[in-house]
C-alpha cells in the first residue's frame, strides 16, 4: 500500500478491507510500524450479521458494533500517533470509492489510486445503498456487480473504523497490504517508504522502459520543458507541482509510439490514464493525460474527458504547459544530444527564445515558431525563436 499513495510527512494509518479481515496498520518514513488483523471483514460480517434485504437497523448497529469492539483495543495507540492520513484499500473500499468517483465525473478515471473521500461521503453513500434492496443496488450507476451484496457493510466497516480511530477522510489506494507483502517476497520494496517525488518519478521511469523507445531523447525534452518552464515563471506564475507534471508529460509524451506513431499522442494519452501509476492522485493523472494528448494537434479542450474532469485551474495551468511542452518537443525532435541548449530572454511585451548547439538549427528554429502558437496566445506575448545565446542570458 506504501508503495501506491504517497504518503508525505507524518504517520500514516492504512486500512486494507478484504472478504475475512480489516487489516489495520501504522506507516511513517521507515515503513509499517505495526499491523493488526481484525475478523471484521466485508464478507465475513455480512455472512454472520446481515440476512435482511434490504438490512435493517439492527443489522447495522450490529456491523458498527462488531467494529467498534474489534478497534477499540488500538484506539489509544493510533490517536497518541496522530495520523497525518487515512489511507483505505481492498476491493470494497475501491468498489465503494468509485461510487463515489461517479458522483462527481460522467466518465470517472481509469485510475482511482490516491482519490480522496470523506468519511461523511462514505457515510451517506453507505446509507443510501442500505436502503435499497440487492435488485435495486445493482442497477446504481458505476456499481460493482461482484460486491453489492457486500456493500453496505463494507461501508459500515469502514466509517465506524475510521471515525473510531480519528480519520475524517480516506485516501484511497488500488494496492493493499497484501501486494505490500508480495513486493517484499520479490525484492521490489526496500523497507522504507519512497518520498513522494521518487515514487512519482519510479511510476513515470517504469512506463518509460516498458512503453519509450528513446530515453535519452525524453529527458533531452524533459531539460528543455523545464528551461523553458523556469524562463518564463514570472509569465505563467506556476508552481514546483505543475513543474513536476510537465518534466513526467515530456518523458512520457511519445510512449504513444509503440502502438501507432502516426497517434502516438492519443495511444499515449491513454496508457497513462490506464497504467495505474503510483503516487498520483486521479487529477494528476488527468493533467498529465491532457499534456500528453495535445502536446500535438488540436489544443487542450473538453472533448478529451480526463481534460473536462480537471478543476478550472489546472485546465488553465494544462493549456500554458502544453504550450511550453511542443515548443520543448519542436526543438529537441531532431538529432540532437547534451549541446543542445537554450536562453530566454523576456522583455517588455516579448519572449526571446534563443536556441545554441543544435545539431539542425535552421530546422530546430523552423520547428518552434511552428509549434509555439498556443503559448503565444495564452500569455499573450510575442514570441521570437533564434539562433544563438546571446551573452548574460539566462540558460
Known amino acids: 500500500m506504501t508503495a501506491s499513495v504517497a504518503l508525505g510527512e507524518g504517520s500514516t494509518l492504512l486500512l ?15 515503513g509499517l510500524r505495526w499491523g493488526r488483523s481484525l475478523p471484521v471483514g466485508a464478507g465475513r460480517l455480512t455472512g454472520q450479521l446481515v440476512s435482511g434485504d434490504p438490512p435493517s437497523r439492527s443489522e447495522r448497529k450490529a456491523v458498527r458494533a462488531a467494529v467498534e469492539q474489534a478497534v477499540a483495543p488500538l484506539v489509544d495507540e493510533v490517536l497518541a500517533a496522530n495520523p497525518a492520513q487515512c489511507v483505505a484499500s481492498g476491493g470494497t473500499a475501491g468498489a465503494l470509492a468509485r461510487l463515489i468517483a461517479a458522483r462527481r465525473w460522467s466518465v470517472p478515471p481509469a485510475s482511482l489510486n490516491q482519490y480522496e473521500v470523506t468519511v461523511s461521503e462514505l457515510r451517506e453513500l453507505t446509507r443510501e445503498l442500505a436502503a435499497l434492496p440487492l435488485t435495486e443496488r445493482l442497477r446504481v450507476p458505476a456499481v460493482d456487480e461482484r460486491r453489492a451484496d457486500l456493500l453496505p457493510a463494507g461501508g459500515w466497516i469502514l466509517t465506524t473504523a475510521a471515525s473510531a480511530l480519528g480519520a475524517k477522510r480516506l485516501v484511497h489506494s488500488e494496492w493493499g497490504l497484501r501486494e505490500g507483502a508480495v513486493l517484499d517476497a520479490l525484492g521490489l520494496a526496500d523497507g522504507t517508504v519512497p518520498p513522494p517525488d521518487r515514487l512519482r518519478r519510479g511510476s513515470v521511469d517504469r512506463l518509460v522502459r516498458a512503453w519509450g523507445e528513446d530515453p535519452a531523447h ?12 523556469d524562463g518564463t515563471r514570472e509569465l505563467h506564475g506556476l508552481g514546483a507541482l505543475e513543474r513536476e507534471w510537465l518534466g513526467h508529460a515530456a518523458r512520457l509524451h511519445e510512449i504513444g509510439a509503440r502502438v501507432s506513431p502516426a497517434r502516438l499522442h492519443k495511444h499515449g494519452a491513454y496508457i497513462v490514464e490506464n497504467a495505474g501509476s503510483r503516487g498520483f492522485s486521479p487529477q494528476e493523472v488527468g493533467a498529465i493525460a491532457s499534456l500528453v494528448r495535445f502536446h500535438r494537434g488540436k489544443d487542450p479542450r473538453p472533448v478529451y474527458p480526463p481534460f473536462a474532469a480537471l478543476e478550472p485551474s489546472v485546465q488553465q495551468a494544462c493549456v500554458a504547459l502544453t504550450g511550453l511542452l511542443r515548443i520543448a518537443h519542436a526543438i529537441g525532435r531532431g538529432p540532437e544530444d547534451d549541446r543542445l541548449e537554450l536562453a530566454i530572454d523576456l522583455q517588455q511585451g516579448r ?14 528554429v523552423a520547428e518552434a515558431r511552428l509549434a509555439s502558437d498556443l503559448l503565444r496566445r495564452t500569455l499573450g506575448i510575442e514570441i521570437e525563436i533564434v539562433v544563438g545565446i546571446p551573452s548574460g542570458a539566462s540558460a
Open 351 to 364: 519572449l526571446g527564445i534563443r536556441i545554441a548547439g543544435s545539431g539542425n538549427p535552421d530546422a530546430a
Open 16 to 30: 486494507d478491507l478484504g472478504g475475512g479481515s480489516l487489516e489495520v496498520a501504522l506507516a511513517d518514513g521507515t
Open 218 to 229: 525524453v529527458e533531452l525534452v524533459a531539460r528543455l520543458a523545464h528551461g523553458l518552464f
